[in-house]
């Protein structure tokens, strides 16, 4: 039986030891697999030997999704960003306890059980860090070092508004404080509008209880509200009728805008995508690739995005994963043949409110030259040389 | 300030000790977690230490998925259900490849990188065993022991149809073998309207790279299909213009019915429901219970969930959480206030073509007493005692 090879698979067959997660050294694996018993079954499963994706730690207080090994839009939960100003606290589930109090009818102290006694919801959304943007990149950057700190999960708790009912929040109250129990005690102020509409306390990620690192054993949830406002390991709610400006608020989330003015509780994320093939470092060959990344919008669905090859002189529509779900991260595609040359790939979200990603020209235009490292959205490019090698495509900030 | 706890509350919180997943003993964590730092951001996460979810090994070759202490719809990767015939085979991810032959213009050999190459697809659908019932079961029998053998992951791979436009599928090829590299070559022949539907290769779960037990590093996904027609470990797929009437399909897949006939290639996985909350082993307090579960159809979408706390004499509808998938796990609630005596909690799944779960006599009348362990979804019950345990119904099975 003759076997051909098509040149388009050639083409893919010489970047197999760059490929996707695959590590340089080979396990030791059978020569013919169907020839030896496999392992018998076991009560937790592993990855595969050859397969290490792996945050990586900036410093004790962070560590980034490594996007650019990453398929669809789940983030694995061991793989989703951590970010925290004091660490990961160790708390114990049978005495945690939830305070609601404040401009309320009935303080109350709830459980984790009692937390999980009520009505549940689950949501898939992201979660991204309002810091998400390695400013001076290198060439050498990664999709995870340069926005690693966004990640996305199947999220399950309980209703805001169900607690907040359970309490008898004063119609006077208008903003709540969200305090963490960690050594930070990380406290923000958040209008009560957001309770009322998809603000949740999440005590389940993908499946099963929610990690230490995302705030076990529960969190505040606001979708596509900046990551620190989402308060971890929180043990305190307190009802009022004004924000409480936090040291948070006052020092760390506050952004210099241009002509000296400032804008403060920047809380919704804008739109977003991020290229996350072909990137730093996979080499690819000339011929048929599939340019793909994710997409996201805090404001609701990512509506399109926009692809190009040329340094963003000319743009074209990718393909968009359905289901296109709201506040989420959404997988985009687009196929494009590479005949040489050096081209630029960008790719640009554009969400439901007509919002479209800025460029960092324009970006700089509203936030100025000494924009803090907060809500940095700009469309980013990746250089593909002529040998097929892909770097990132740094731009002057500022 | 006073703290005031309501009877709906103080009843919860007498569960706590069986709540989900939470172990009896305590780990070592500190009286105030706030006084203490965390410890740093680390490459990769790992569960709190009080949550020891786990799959239940039957024998070497299967073990099921904790249902009970799971929330939402996506399964973790290292509690998807296994099931094999000779154990799990290492594979090494750059000798891997796969054959696709027969009658085709152009037999060709796809490597892992050629088929990451290819144009992708992403999907979140459900796998379940065809032999997913556990027939003689005592009270004490959890919805893992039940019916562990179904989970869901987020899929990612390419299209069987772009592999079979590459090859050259010629028209009069009406079936494909898929064979697997695993020591047992489990082998089944599918129809070749599948791959023009929605079958594809999938090297992705849940954002990662496929897990050992579920194919690594590629298997067919068949949404919908029993599981053994998923073929793991794929190394060969050929053409054909018949079955290939496998060991499997004689032996093991073909359903005994009423009338001494018998039903050959039993493809579709017809809708089920299952409670996981509450079930055994939880206790329960009287007031206000969430029921919930998971509803499934191989079918499509899940039109309606209902519920019943009198054993079938009356129905209540659930509420289904959006978004409602096709042929994915769709995650069902109910909430329910339990004021006594000794109720029994059932669910039936309607899918979107109008089929009704059957109760077990429906089953049996179709399929007959001698029904073997495969494609038997019927409704089943949970006692809530007195005493607030869970047990499971028995039934007399033919």
Request: net charge positive.
């Amino acid at each position: 039986m003759k076997v051909s090879r098509r040149a388009l698979l050639a083409g893919a067959a010489a970047s197999v030891a760059l490929g996707k997660t695959v590590a340089a050294q080979a396990p030791q694996t059978p020569a013919d697999p169907s020839k030896v018993r496999g392992r018998p079954s076991k009560a937790l499963g592993q990855r595969a030997a050859p397969e290490k994706p792996q945050r990586q730690p900036r410093g004790p207080n962070s560590s980034g999704t490594p996007h650019q090994d990453l398929y669809g839009t789940i983030t694995p939960s061991d793989l989703h960003f951590e970010r925290h100003h004091a660490g990961v606290p160790e708390i114990d589930p049978r005495t945690y306890t939830l305070l609601i109090h404040g401009m309320v009818e009935r303080p109350m102290i709830f459980t984790l059980a009692d937390l999980k006694h009520f009505p549940s919801v689950t949501r898939v959304c992201f979660l991204e860090c309002s810091g998400n943007l390695a400013r001076t990149a290198p060439p050498e950057t990664t999709p995870q070092q340069l926005a690693g700190l966004t990640s996305q999960s199947e999220w399950t708790g309980v209703a805001l508004s169900t607690l907040f009912r359970e309490v008898g929040v004063r119609p006077q109250a208008t903003w709540f404080l969200a305090e963490g129990q960690d050594a930070a005690l990380l406290a923000r102020s958040i209008p009560i509008e957001k309770a009322r509409d998809d603000a949740f306390i999440a005590y389940g990620q993908n499946g099963e209880a929610i990690r230490p690192e995302q705030g076990y054993p529960a969190r505040l949830l606001l979708p596509g509200w900046e990551g620190n406002t989402n308060v971890k390991w929180i043990r305190r709610i307190e009802l009022s009728d004004r924000p409480f400006m936090t040291r948070e608020e006052t020092s760390k989330y506050t952004d210099p805008l241009v002509n000296d003015t400032a804008r403060m509780f920047s809380f919704v994320m804008d739109a977003r995508s991020l290229i996350t093939y072909p990137t730093y470092p996979v080499t690819v060959s000339r011929g048929w690739i599939e340019i793909n990344g994710i997409a996201w919008s805090g404001y609701g669905k990512i509506r399109r995005v926009d692809v190009s090859t040329d340094a963003g002189k000319s743009w074209m529509q990718a393909r968009l994963q359905e289901p296109v779900l709201p506040k989420a991260h959404t997988r985009f595609r687009h196929l494009w043949h590479w005949t040489g040359g050096e081209p630029v790939l960008m790719s640009r979200a554009v969400d439901e409110t007509g919002y479209v990603q800025p460029t960092r020209a324009e970006l700089l235009s509203t936030r100025g030259p000494g924009a803090a490292g907060y809500h940095l959205n700009p469309v980013t490019g990746w250089i593909v040389r002529p040998d097929g090698t892909v770097v990132f495509r740094q731009e002057p900030w500022g």
